[in-house]
């Protein structure tokens, strides 16, 4: 188990940007995940940890030892592809087995380990079979079983649950944790899907245009955003354009140019909003912390739009300058249809100011 | 866990000479080093000496001249015939195509399986079978004339006439083998949506079905015009002597070779031309037809007339597709010497088989074509796998020439090939190790290899382009070095196809015969050499049993192709 340390880390590839000015420091055992839309550099990194680039600038670390040109069959390395990559030619046992031969076991110690990891991810009965035979879900742990046998210092996982259905997705996302706790080795895993990175990272970090955007805990990044960005892709929210009008200790008052007023909570902002009286800021309210009827900032609305998901009513509510995104959580009462008035209270922690 | 000692990464020289970006032009370099020195060089040897001694542009003044026409005729009898030949090959394949994979009817299926049958006859042996069966005294025409005891024989294939109709026998396939993929691909819901908007029949053809078969037709055209226009073997059985080729080959052997040389020049022009409009015509070609699992309905022939008219039809064709391979086989088993004038050879015997394994002067023209075969294949491999995995694999500027340059010897006809290697080889250069190669084992290899260049990179990068690139990866994350890697991933994954481009690389090169006629030498004469001589020396039957030898071995090989193609088909995942 070894700590990654990304330095300064640039790169380019002609002339166009992957990824640049990278400082990452992943502590040894943990689940570190780079999140972000596609072609935000996230799969680059993936591949410079890995030594399938090197970075046109920077430094990469395992522990303190400088790797940053290292080839990749040195490294020490498990990785998961995205399509697994799995040898074709080869059955389950031979595709295991692939790595401890390089590393020249004696086929006894082979044998046992390839039989010990075949057990962990649960494919017992599967040794003989051509990778051709295989469900996608099988595959996807012949992958992981792969990558683990090594007993690799650092696992990589490069969106490994992206081929495969919602159903078998929940239940590898578990299997995935579960493994990795057991065994305890740094894991970085590249996802776009906020759910899982939420679910199964220690911390995250949100890459976009090849530049991190906030390095945090899931409850982090999820309350506190830096920007609207990370607000936007992570969950649902709406972001409201607004003007500080008064900060009085705690309490803070903003209001759109159509009127609508709001009072929030200073310490609720991010380090890189513009705190002052007059600004221009922006306000990111999820949608699920919109409460239906009377309570702190109260407004009424028209509904445009019903959406019935069975464990949740969704609204569009159209008040003065914005429609906003109500979430109510289902509990059997009446459905509200299009066109009708409906009243909302935001609690006023649940008001988060942003910058740009 | 063990771990092996690592280096600090500020490691050898040698390490670090291998990670920089420059270090890749040391790896391809040899490639380019071979297509100069076999491909580029020869070329530009044989158009130095295009320009004569000291006459500067006089040969191809003389080319051009009024005064004595010959070559002007035979550049314009070439692409006449060319023309002629893509037009006779277009509708017989096309039509072919549609019949098969549009209509049900009796002898379909013998049909769809012998219609390829063309493609398994070596050029020489089949316009030899051509002669035997529709030239003067050949079995058809004499056959007519005795049943019906005419004077003379009603009709006989020679001239120009005689090598359309063979282009046509040997290349429609060619057209029929892109127009069923096409057709094949045609979601046969366009036509229906076409006649649900209330399109006539042939509306439908001229606005919907044509226009999609453009691509493919247009893509078989060029390819077939190439090929007549390098077509060698049938303007010479023929007697047609004023084609480009058979020019250049008349200047050799007269000993002109300035002349072969300009000759040769002006047609590498056109079929250099070819070969850039062909690779930008398929860039832009778009595939249009996307659907996947189209389910082509062939419609059912029901009338009793049209059945009884298709059986005879299908006979027919079953007849004319088997007759030249039925008729090598007859004379291969006649006796030498024996068949003169009669419509069918009169004594049969089945020496010729024993005499080909047995007899030393028979069997050595075999030998030297397994030989020179195999030495040509190897170097096929080595270069075809290095260049396939450069190609697909490896990021460095100059990909495009390569591959140009690749396709270029293919590209050329067999003749100026030919005429290249004597220019640049019948003196000493360091591309022949000082040594002077016109005369000796190697210069046929050395053709063979030039000739057959692409054949086992193009089948080599197919299966490269396959394989995902990230199985690499995994396997290089899992520790194993790059040489490993190649050895225990690339290599056993891309077997069938880099086999496949191989065998046909070796049967292709064992029945070569348009270079290897006019570089031989006697000690190393080669298998279609010896067919063609064989001929003229009226040894039908040792000639014929040559060419079904050729044959056999190329059904085979046909054979063990298709059956690796299936293979991969399911184990790829």
């Given amino acids: 188990m070894k700590g990654v340390r990304l330095q300064d880390i640039t790169k380019t590839f002609g002339k166009v940007h992957g990824v640049k000015e990278l400082n990452i420091d992943i502590q040894p055992g943990e689940f570190f995940t780079f999140l972000g839309p596609s072609g935000c550099g996230k799969t680059t990194t993936l591949r410079m940890i890995a030594g399938f680039y090197y970075p046109t600038d920077g430094k990469i670390f395992f522990d303190e030892r400088d790797v940053t040109r290292l080839q990749p069959n040195k490294r020490d390395i498990g990785m998961v592809f995205q399509n697994y990559a799995l040898f074709p030619h080869m059955t389950v046992n031979e595709n295991i087995a692939f790595g401890l031969e390089v590393r020249k076991f004696s086929k006894q110690a082979i044998s046992e380990k390839v039989d010990e990891v075949r057990g962990l991810v649960r494919l017992e009965q599967y040794g003989e079979r051509k990778i051709n035979e295989l469900s996608g879900g099988q595959q996807q742990r012949v992958a992981l079983a792969r990558a683990l046998v090594i007993k690799p210092d650092i696992l990589l996982l490069d969106e490994p649950l992206s081929n495969l259905d919602a159903k078998l997705r929940e239940e590898t996302r578990i299997e995935i944790k579960r493994l990795q706790a057991e065994l305890g080795v740094t894991t970085v895993y590249v996802t776009h899907d906020q759910t899982e990175a939420m679910a199964m990272s220690d911390r995250i970090m949100v890459m976009e245009n090849g530049y991190v955007q906030q390095i945090g805990t899931p409850q982090e990044i999820y309350n506190r955003p830096v920007n609207r960005f990370v607000s936007s892709f992570i969950g649902e929210s709406n972001t409201l354009e607004m003007t500080v009008m008064s900060i009085d200790g705690e309490k803070v008052i903003v209001r759109n140019e159509h009127g609508v007023k709001l009072s929030g909570l200073l310490s609720n902002s991010s380090p890189l909003a513009p705190m002052n009286k007059g600004e221009t800021i922006h306000v990111s309210i999820r949608p699920e912390s919109i409460l239906q009827g009377d309570g702190e900032n109260t407004l009424t609305g028209e509904i445009t739009f019903v959406e019935f998901t069975g464990l949740s009513v969704n609204y569009s509510v159209k008040v003065p300058g914005v429609t906003l995104k109500v979430m109510i959580i289902n509990t059997g009462g009446k459905l509200l249809q299009i066109g009708d008035s409906i009243q909302l209270s935001i609690p006023s922690r649940s008001l988060y100011f942003l910058g740009e | ?71 002007l005729e035979a550049l314009w009898t070439s692409v006449y015939i060319s023309v002629i030949s893509v037009i006779t090959c277009a509708i017989v394949g096309v039509l ?72 046509t026998f040997t290349m429609y396939t060619y057209f029929y083998l892109t127009a069923s993929a096409a057709i094949k691909g045609l979601d046969p819901s366009l036509e229906e949506a076409a006649t649900n908007l209330g399109a006539s029949r042939l509306r439908i053809w001229r606005k919907v079905i044509l226009p999609m078969l453009t691509p493919s037709i247009v893509a078989a055209a060029l390819l077939v015009f190439m090929i007549s226009m390098a077509s060698y073997t049938a303007p010479l059985i023929f007697g047609v002597e004023r084609t480009m080729t058979m020019q250049i080959y008349l200047s050799r052997t007269n000993g002109n070779l300035d002349m072969a040389a300009t000759q040769s020049t002006i047609l590498s022009f056109v079929s250099i031309s070819f070969l850039i409009i062909m690779r930008w015509y398929q860039n832009k070609r778009n595939y249009q037809n996307l659907s996947k699992g189209i389910s082509v309905h062939r419609s059912e022939v029901k009338s009793k007339a049209m059945k009884v008219v298709s059986i005879v039809l299908s006979v027919a064709g079953v007849i004319i597709l088997l007759l030249p391979i039925l008729t090598l086989i007859l004379i291969s088993l006649s006796v030498d010497g024996t068949w003169t004038t009669q419509v069918l050879p009169p004594a049969y015997t089945f020496d010729h088989y024993i005499s080909l394994f047995t007899d030393e002067r028979t069997w050595r023209p075999i030998w030297n074509s397994l030989q020179m075969g195999f030495v040509a294949t190897l170097g096929n491999i080595i270069f075809g796998v290095a260049a396939a995995y450069a190609m697909v694999r490896l990021n460095f500027k100059g990909k495009t020439l390569l591959d140009i340059l690749i396709m270029v010897p293919w590209a050329l006809p067999g003749t100026v090939v030919a005429v290249n290697l004597i220019a640049a ?69 891309t077997l069938t196809g880099i086999l496949a481009g191989t065998l046909l690389a070796f049967v292709q090169s064992i029945g070569e015969f348009v270079a290897s006629i006019l570089i031989y030498s006697t000690s190393t004469m080669p298998l279609s050499v010896a067919i063609f001589q064989k001929m003229y020396a009226f040894k039908f039957g040792t000639a014929c049993a040559y060419g079904v030898l050729q044959i056999v071995l190329i059904l085979i090989v046909l054979t063990i192709s298709e059956r690796l193609s299936k293979g991969t088909a399911g184990s790829a995942i």
């Fill in chain 2, 1 to 71: 866990m063990k771990k092996q000692p690592f280096q600090s990464s500020q490691d050898s020289l040698w390490a670090r000479i291998t990670r920089s970006p420059s270090f890749i032009y040391v790896l391809i370099s040899p490639l380019f080093l071979i297509l100069f020195g076999y491909v580029i060089f020869p070329f530009y040897q044989s158009f130095i000496q295009s320009f004569g001694s000291e006459t500067g542009l006089n040969n191809y003044k003389k080319f051009f001249s009024l005064e004595s026409t010959a070559n």
């Fill in chain 2, 96 to 167: 072919m195509a549609f019949l098969l994979e549009r209509y049900d009817f009796p002898g379909r299926r013998v049909l769809s399986i012998l219609v390829l049958v063309p493609m398994a006859l070596p050029p020489l042996v089949g316009v030899l079978s051509f002669t035997f069966l529709y030239g003067e005294s050949g079995i058809i025409p004499r056959g007519i004339q005795h049943l019906f005891n005419l004077e003379q024989v009603p009709f006989k294939l020679k001239g120009v006439w005689g090598v359309i109709v063979v282009h």
């Fill in chain 2, 425 to 493: 080889f019948s003196e000493e250069n360091i591309f022949a190790f000082n040594q002077v190669l016109i005369g000796t084992f190697w210069i046929l290899p050395l053709a063979y290899f030039i000739r057959h260049l692409p054949l086992v990179f193009r089948s080599t990068s197919a299966s490269l382009m396959q394989m995902d690139q990230s199985i690499e990866e995994a396997s290089r994350s899992l520790g194993a070095g790059w040489w490993m890697t190649f050895r225990k991933i690339v290599l056993p994954l």
